[in-house]
Antibody, heavy 119, light 111 residues
Framework: QLQLQESGPGLVKPSETLALTCTVS??????????WGWIRQPPGKGLEWIGC???????YYNPSLKRRVTISLDMSKNQFSLRLSSVTAADTAIYYC???????????WGQGTLVPVSS | QYVLTQPPSASGTPGQRVTLSCSGR????????VYWYQQLPGAAPKLLIY???QRPSGVPDRFSGSKSGTSASLAISGLRSEDEADYYC????????????FGGGTKLTVL
């Protein structure tokens, strides 16, 4: 069974870079069928798609976050990562990693990790 | 703030049928599939409907989706207390908002 697990620091300071990793088990990120991405949810609010990456390294980003976001793959560890630079309190959210495909859309989600941005 | 529009709240009584709406525009719902997600309190979203009206394995047939033009709906029949959750619609967007866009979510209360 596919599982995705987010990991990263529990707190980030304003103006710094938020960095998260998603470890995939029960499946390979080198599959040509899927994209691997990130979605976030500020406390008490709705979902915001951040971006995704294919096994070839092609990336798609939310236009509103594009200047600050980088998503990358580490095939050797079956992981993918998110970097969000110059964070502010508005970036405080639960960050989910997820798999998406052409048929079922965003079909598998990690459990999410809360990342507060605070000094 | 959200590209897709959903009513913030809805309610129903056990056994009732409720319908949740989601509206967009030609660049998203009008030309692409719609997806629905259920988010129980404290949990990650779960795929409920894909490609407008398809249910993943394990999703009860009480849940059904439909699409017409630039709007979509999620219907829940035989409402149960465990259906109380937030429901989000999503779609691929061919315009400047995309690729993926979400609605703001509808909080469904089972009275």
């Amino acid at each position: 069974q596919l599982q995705l697990q987010e990991s990263g620091p529990g707190l980030v300071k304003p103006s710094e870079t938020l960095a998260l990793t998603c470890t995939v088990s029960g499946g390979s990120i080198s599959s040509s069928t899927y994209y691997w991405g990130w979605i976030r949810q500020p406390p008490g609010k709705g979902l915001e798609w951040i971006g995704c990456i294919s096994y070839t390294g092609n990336t798609y980003y939310n236009p509103s976050l594009k200047r600050r976001v980088t998503i990358s793959l580490d095939m050797s560890k079956n992981q993918f990562s998110l970097r969000l630079s110059s964070v502010t309190a508005a970036d405080t959210a639960i960050y989910y990693c997820a798999r998406s495909g052409a048929v079922a859309g965003i079909d598998f989600w990690g459990q999410g990790t809360l990342v507060p941005v605070s000094s | 703030q959200y590209v897709l529009t959903q009513p913030p709240s809805a309610s129903g009584t056990p056994g009732q049928r409720v319908t949740l709406s989601c509206s967009g525009r030609s660049s998203n719902i009008g030309s692409n599939y719609v997806y629905w997600y259920q988010q129980l309190p404290g949990a990650a979203p779960k795929l409920l409907i894909y490609r407008n009206n398809q249910r993943p394995s394990g999703v009860p047939d009480r849940f059904s989706g439909s699409k017409s033009g630039t709007s979509a709906s999620l219907a829940i029949s035989g409402l149960r207390s465990e259906d109380e959750a937030d429901y989000y619609c999503a779609a691929w967007d061919d315009g400047l908002s995309g690729p993926w866009v979400f609605g703001g979510g509808t909080k469904l209360t089972v009275l």
